[in-house]
Structures are given as structure tokens and as C-alpha cells.
């Protein structure tokens, strides 16, 4: 076989000729995408067709042809891939010859600086390897002849096939573990922030599979739309290898501009949404081919069974109603035969919460009937479809595959029109485990355990699923959500006071949890001021439980028995407040009877005294206690530098402040006068390696306070070797006065990148600002930290409005520094 010259190149056999057609080509702006990849795929065909057939002549062997295998052999041949090439021979030809042949096509590719995956056999050895390797059995199933004898190839092909399909039954399920081995290693890549194009579940090889699938004639994948996500994800990986100069198929964070420069699209945001979007399409035909598989393999193991039982004869499948116009019919929610979905509006949402409650797929052909059939919903809804959204939101972890059916036909967004801007959105904060759209759809099953917790349950679930709606519009996403919340609730046919209510929980939905962890409990203000927010009891109890639904559906950094206890403090003191039994304000600063112990020791001493023990929480399912964390308790002597000498000790140390609360305590002495202690609680945990003593700690503290220790200048020194996220760009710090957050002191609140010091610059700063440090409460939440510092002036009060702008911005400016 010869290949004839090609538009992008020639047939010469010099690497030089080759090297450069294949710079041109790729260079050439005109041509992208699968035209690209196919001419890359003939140009090189053209030069390994020269190469081939000088070496035969050389070595004089007949019998043998050049086969291209993987993506290379579809013809699908990206900037950066492997050559994947089999040399196959007839296996009557003298192996040194071979094997020279084999050197003289090998060689030039990898003068070239070509990756290359070879492989020499013969037909009989090629079928033998790929019964005992099935990754080789898929690589050849997309065999291609290069040069040569095409009837050697045509007949390798041709068993290949047959065995694929003969051991179908016994081949498919080996695959189907290996693509599920693959997705535990790499996780869904509509998920990831820095997403594997190729390995990831519902990437390129997760096509390749289906297309295997297809080729076995047990099960076909979906077409629609299944070509058009292959392109995407491959031109993407085509743009990554050409500004990477690399062959990566991760697409790093550092990366994602360029190629999104490089694709025309907007920017980083726009790429990723598209790549979603893609391997959402890819991983949605992943599922239903492979659940096809089962179905196919487990009937074709049972019919001969079934019919020696009948005697030749043929059984219906059993159809079991489960709603109206919804029947289960092998392990499948279908529709009943008189279903008549162009004249039942509701039917839709009827049939996936029946097959959500049932926990059974919707078959892929009523979603497409659905689609394409369904009388579209009056607005506002019918009580029977707002009672049907309910249901199949509060079905629990079913609820997943179920709307992501309804999602891959578009069903969804018919159905509620704003959920095209939150669909497939990318969330930056590394401490969010999904996109926008399964975030809130992942928000909503976990409402859907807390719903005997409410008197309305709706309420709580439609909140859950709109709670973030608002991300997709610029600005303050609460605020925007607000609105669109309100809008879609009134669609859904919710009533006037309903939609109020789901529209404040939106509106609010972070306000406990940052109330709870950035804001003195104790100071009455704070609890008026969530009062006045929430405005009723209901309300504040639906506001509780869709906070714990959204921080458990954000990630594992998001809640802990930790912030449980406090929302749950601030829920209590706020309900008392709403029902009219103010809660009584306590005495000042009033210790426990661990922390009072500490403080009288202090005052005894004169000096630190230290306290570290591991805090357990609530019980677990097992009735063990939850481990919220290490309990650090300090006291001391008030006096200056107290904040910035513990906190960098803790960082000397290597223990990351997860929380911290900070308060002065007056304590009589034995004079008859009160003397001030300061009492520093710390939630730490190692970075690495067990906990230092408390006796160390308690050394480098003293010393720190008489200045022995320079903190400063040893966090300086490993603050250069801080790890950071790669590929991430910290936003700048923010610091800012909080309006109204307290009439006792002024509010200083701190959001910055968390790093070892942080709280210790943090505390010099405040130091050098000449303010005294009331309480503080600290919080670290993946990456970020969000602190809040009560600060007074030298005699107890409050700062001037235009000193606590001075100190905000001397804080920013060392933080920035």
C-alpha cells in the first residue's frame, strides 16, 4: 500500500519533510478541530507509508503491513498523542528481518522526538494478546491499515471483531469494572476544577468504551449529541497540547485562559462550562449504555432457562403501576400504554418521582417521548405538579440519576426557565465539590433528611434546590437570588406568603453560619439584628435546616459538629428573641470550670498556662462521639501582644487554627482587686506528624512574649515555602468594618487566603494599631479564612468611625505586604 501526497504534506520518507509539514499544519489557524486531527492523521500516514515501504524493500520482507491502532487508527490523531502502531506479519518471515524492518520504521519516529506505543506480531499472536489483555483487544478494535498487505490486516480485523463479539458477555463486564476502577481514580470531570480530558469519568476514554460497546452488538449508546461532546472535549485537548507545548490531557488551572484564548471562547469559566457540558452528555450515555449491557447480558443468561420452563414459548415482560400513567417494566420506569403525555401536562414530573420514590431509572426512551411529546406546564403549575417536584426532590440520594435524566433531554430548563445560568457553571472556591446546578441539586437531598425537622417540608425543599439560583446573574448571588427565587416560586404555584418565605430563605441562606462563627453570641445585637432578618419562627427553623442541607452539599470543609453547635446556639438565642423571652444577657466573660481553673492558675503563676486535649462532638451512627478537633485553652495575665505571640507559636508548630475565640475575664486577687486574664481557646490540628506538648507550646510562648523568640523572622522563613494550590491565584485580603455588628465594640472582620501567621500578622497589626482586642472569633473554611475581632480603644469603647477605618485598612495593607 502507498499513500498519495496530501495537502498538508508529501510522501517523502526524511524525517526533515515530515517535521516540517507537520509544523505547518499545525501553525495553520484556518484549520482546527477534526479537520485538523484527520489531516494530521493522512500526513503522517503519507510519511510512515514512504518509511514502510522503503524498509520492505530494504529488508526485503513480504507479508507485512504498518496497522494503526487506538485513536490514531479513528483517524482522531491530536498535536500531542502517541503513535500507537502494530507491525503485523504473517509469521512466516524470518524474525531478524522483521525485526529489522520493525527498527527501520521505529528509528526515524523516534529521532522525530515522537512518543510511540509498538508493538510486532502476527495475527495469531495479536488475537492471543488481546484475549489476555482486554486493553489491547480495544486498541485493536479500531485497527487501520497504514501500509502494506491489506489482507493481512483485513483478516486481523476481521477475528478480532469475532472474538469481540463471541466474548461479549464475559468482555463487557471487564470493561465495564475497568471504566469504574478508572472514574474512583479520577473522578467525574464535569466536577473537577483541573479535569483529566482523557481519563476522567465521562472524558474521551469513557467515548472510546462506548464505541467498543457498540461494536460488540449487545448495546448501542445514544447519538444524540454524543458526536458533538467528543469534538468538544477533543478540541480542547488539542488547544491544551498546543499551548502547553506538552502531551497533558489534565487541563490545570494555569492553563485555562490560553486554551479558552485558543478555542475563542470568553475565558476560563466558558471553557470548563463547555468541557461540562460535554462530559455530562458523555457520562449520561456511559450510564444508560452500560445499564443496557446488564439488561441485555442478564436476560440472554436467563431466556434459556426461561425457555425450557415454557417450552419454547416466549413470556411479556411484567408491567407494575406505580403511578398514574407510569409503570415499571424491566427495571425500568416507562410509560403505561395509555399514557398520552401530549394531552397530561404533569405526566413528567409524575413519572420521575415515581421512578425517584421507586428508586428505578427512567427508561431513555420516555425521557426522549417527554421531550419531544409533553404538553408544556401552565403557569403558574397545577397543585398536582408543584406536589410531584416535592416528592421527587425529597426522595433522598435517587433523586440524582433521576434529574439528571430529565436534564439530558432539557426537560429541566422547560420546566424552570433559570436554570440555564446555573447549569454546568463552574464554582472556583476549591472548598465546593460541584458545579452550581448539582450543588443545588445535592442541596436538596439533603434537605430531603431533615424534612421531619419542619413544619413545611416544601418550603424547605424548593428553598434547597433555589437557595444558589441567583450565581448565575452578576453580584451579590443572595440578592439575585432573591428575586429569581421569588419568580420561580410564583411559577411553581406557591401562594403570596410562600413565595415570601422561600424568597428570605434564599436571600439569607448564609446568614446563620456566618452569624454563628464571625459574630460575639453573646452581645444582644447580633441576636436582634438574625431576628429582624428572619421575622418568624418558621421561617427561622426552615432557615436552619436548609443551612446544614447547603453546607453538607458544599463539601466536607463546609460543616462540622463545631459549626453545628454554634448555628444551633444562635438558632436557640434568636427563637427565644422571636417568641418574645429575650435571651438574658450573661454575666461578663463568664468562664467554664476548666477555663476558670486555668485562669486562676495564670493568676497565680503569673504566666501561660496551657490546656491541649482532644474535644469530642455529638455521636456519630455508631453512638461513638464525633472528634470535632484538638482543644487548645491558654490563659494568661492580660497584657499587650498576646494575640500575635500564641498565634505564631501555634504556626512555629505547625498547627492550623481551624477556630479560635479570644476574651478577657476579670478575676478578684487576693489585694480585693479585679485583675484581668485573658482566655485563648484554639481548635488546631497538625499539619503533619503528631501534636507538640503542651509544655513546649507553653516554652515558646514565654519566650515569645519577652521577645527571646522572633517569631516574625522564623514564620518569615517558611512562609516563602508555604504550599499553595497549583495553578491558583489568591484573591488580595479583605478586611472591612462591620456595619452594626455589635454596640459594645467595633467589629473588624478579615477575609483573606489561610496561611501559616496569618493570625499572627493579623494580631501585630492590630497591635501596632493601638486597640485592644475584646474577643475575636476565627474561622478557617478550605483555603479561606473569615475572622472577626471585637476591638475597643484603651478604655473600653467603641472606635470612631474614621479611627476604625484606619485600622481595617493598616490591617489590609500588612496583609498585603
Known amino acids: 500500500m502507498t499513500s498519495t501526497e496530501t495537502t498538508t504534506g508529501s510522501t517523502d520518507p526524511e524525517p526533515g519533510g515530515y517535521a516540517a509539514a507537520r509544523l505547518r499544519l499545525l501553525q495553520e489557524e484556518a484549520r482546527s478541530g477534526p479537520a485538523r486531527r484527520a489531516a494530521l492523521a493522512s500526513l503522517t500516514d503519507g510519511w510512515l507509508t514512504a518509511l514502510f515501504t522503503t524498509a520492505a524493500e530494504e529488508t526485503g520482507v513480504h507479508g ?114 475497568l471504566c469504574r476502577e478508572r472514574a474512583e481514580r479520577q473522578g467525574e470531570l464535569q466536577f473537577l476544577l483541573e479535569p483529566d480530558l482523557k481519563e476522567a469519568r465521562g472524558g474521551l476514554r469513557d467515548a472510546t468504551a462506548l464505541r467498543a460497546v457498540a461494536a460488540s452488538w449487545v448495546a448501542d449508546a445514544p447519538r444524540e449529541g454524543l458526536a458533538d461532546a467528543r469534538r468538544v472535549l477533543s478540541d480542547a485537548r488539542d488547544a491544551l497540547h498546543l499551548t502547553t507545548g506538552r502531551a ?47 439488561r441485555v447480558l442478564r436476560a440472554r ?18 408491567r407494575t403501576p406505580l403511578a398514574e400513567g407510569v409503570v415499571e417494566a424491566d427495571g425500568e420506569v416507562v410509560l403505561a400504554r395509555t399514557a398520552r403525555p401530549e394531552r397530561d401536562p404533569v405526566l413528567t414530573l409524575r413519572a420521575a418521582a415515581a421512578a425517584a420514590q421507586s428508586e428505578l431509572p427512567l427508561s431513555r426512551h420516555v425521557v426522549r417521548r417527554l421531550a419531544t411529546a409533553a404538553q408544556p406546564l401552565p403557569v403558574p403549575w397545577p397543585a398536582e405538579a408543584r406536589e410531584e417536584l416535592v416528592t421527587l426532590l425529597g426522595a433522598g440520594e435517587a433523586t440524582v440519576p433521576v434529574w439528571e435524566a430529565l436534564e439530558a433531554e432539557g426537560l429541566i430548563t422547560r420546566l424552570l426557565p433559570d436554570w440555564e445560568r446555573v447549569r454546568c457553571r463552574p464554582q472556583r472556591n476549591p472548598v465546593h465539590t460541584w458545579t452550581v446546578d448539582r450543588h443545588l441539586v445535592e442541596a436538596a437531598v439533603r434537605a430531603g433528611a431533615l424534612t421531619r425537622r419542619v413544619g413545611r417540608p416544601d418550603l424547605l425543599l424548593v428553598a434547597a434546590l433555589l437557595h444558589d439560583i441567583g450565581k448565575g446573574w452578576p453580584g451579590d448571588h443572595s440578592v439575585a437570588g432573591e428575586v429569581i427565587a421569588r419568580d420561580t416560586a410564583a411559577r411553581i404555584g406557591f401562594d403570596q406568603h410562600d413565595v415570601g418565605i422561600i424568597a428570605t430563605l434564599v436571600r439569607h441562606h448564609l446568614l446563620l453560619v456566618e452569624t454563628a462563627t464571625r459574630r460575639d453570641l453573646d452581645d444582644p445585637a447580633t441576636v436582634r439584628s438574625v431576628a429582624t432578618a428572619v421575622g418568624s419562627a418558621t421561617t427561622l427553623e426552615l432557615l436552619h435546616a436548609l443551612t446544614e442541607a447547603d453546607a453538607l452539599a458544599t463539601g466536607p470543609a463546609a460543616w462540622s459538629s463545631w459549626r453545628a453547635s454554634l448555628v444551633g446556639d444562635l438558632v436557640g438565642r434568636v427563637a427565644a428573641e422571636l417568641a418574645g423571652r429575650a435571651p438574658q444577657e450573661p454575666e461578663p466573660a463568664a468562664p467554664g470550670a476548666e477555663q476558670e481553673r486555668l485562669a486562676i492558675e495564670a493568676l497565680r503563676t503569673g504566666g501561660p498556662v496551657l490546656a491541649l486535649r482532644a474535644q469530642a462532638g455529638a455521636p456519630d451512627e455508631d453512638g461513638e462521639p464525633e472528634p470535632v478537633g484538638v482543644e487548645l485553652h491558654i490563659a494568661l495575665p492580660d497584657r499587650p501582644g498576646v494575640l500575635p505571640a500564641a498565634a505564631g507559636v501555634l504556626a512555629l508548630h505547625r498547627l492550623t487554627v481551624r477556630a479560635a475565640d479570644l476574651r478577657a475575664v476579670e478575676l478578684p486577687t487576693q489585694l480585693g482587686g479585679p485583675a484581668d486574664v485573658l482566655l485563648l481557646s484554639w481548635r488546631v490540628a497538625a499539619e503533619y506528624g503528631s501534636l507538640p506538648q503542651a509544655a513546649r507550646l507553653r516554652a515558646d510562648l514565654v519566650r515569645a512574649l519577652d521577645g527571646s523568640l522572633d517569631i516574625r523572622a522564623r514564620l518569615a522563613e517558611r512562609e516563602a515555602a508555604y504550599p499553595r494550590r497549583r495553578g491558583t491565584k489568591a484573591p488580595p485580603p479583605r478586611v472591612t468594618v462591620a456595619a452594626a455588628g455589635s454596640r459594645l465594640a467595633t467589629v473588624i472582620e478579615v477575609r483573606a487566603q489561610d496561611a501559616p501567621g496569618l493570625l499572627h500578622r493579623i494580631g501585630r497589626a492590630l497591635e501596632r494599631s493601638g486597640v485592644r482586642v475584646r474577643s475575636a472569633h476565627v474561622s478557617t473554611l478550605g483555603a479561606n479564612a473569615v475572622d472577626a475581632f471585637y476591638v475597643t480603644d484603651t478604655d473600653g469603647k467603641p472606635l470612631p468611625g474614621g479611627r476604625a477605618l484606619a485600622v481595617a485598612d493598616a490591617v489590609e495593607t500588612a496583609l498585603r505586604a
Do not use: F
Not at 132 to 148: F, I, N, S, T
Open 301 to 318: 443468561s436467563v431466556r434459556p432457562r426461561l425457555r425450557a420452563i415454557l417450552g419454547g414459548g416466549r413470556a411479556a415482560a411484567e
Open 64 to 177: 507485512a503491513a504498518l496497522v494503526a491502532v487506538g485513536g490514531y487508527g479513528r483517524g482522531e490523531l491530536s498535536p500531542r498523542s502517541d503513535l500507537d502502531l502494530l507491525l503485523l506479519h504473517d509469521g512466516n518471515t524470518d524474525p531478524a528481518s522483521v525485526a529489522a524492518l520493525a527498527d527501520r520504521v521505529w528509528y526515524p519516529v523516534w529521532d522525530l522526538g515522537l512518543a510511540l506505543d509498538h508493538s510486532v506480531r502476527s495475527p495469531a499472536e495479536a488475537r492471543r494478546t488481546a484475549a489476555e489483555d482486554l486493553k489491547v483487544q480495544l486498541g485493536l478494535l479500531d485497527a487501520r491499515p497504514v501500509a502494506g498487505d491489506l489482507g493481512l490486516v483485513a483478516a486481523m480485523r476481521t477475528a478480532i471483531l469475532a472474538d469481540w463479539r463471541n466474548q461479549a458477555p464475559k468482555r463487557l463486564p471487564a470493561l465495564h469494572e
Open 248 to 294: 497533558t490531557d489534565r487541563l490545570a488551572l494555569q492553563e485555562q485562559d490560553q486554551v479558552a484564548d485558543a478555542l475563542g471562547l470568553l475565558d476560563a469559566d466558558a471553557l470548563l462550562r463547555q468541557v461540562y457540558e460535554a462530559a455530562r452528555t458523555v457520562s449520561y450515555a456511559t450510564d444508560v449504555t452500560w445499564r443496557e449491557v446488564d
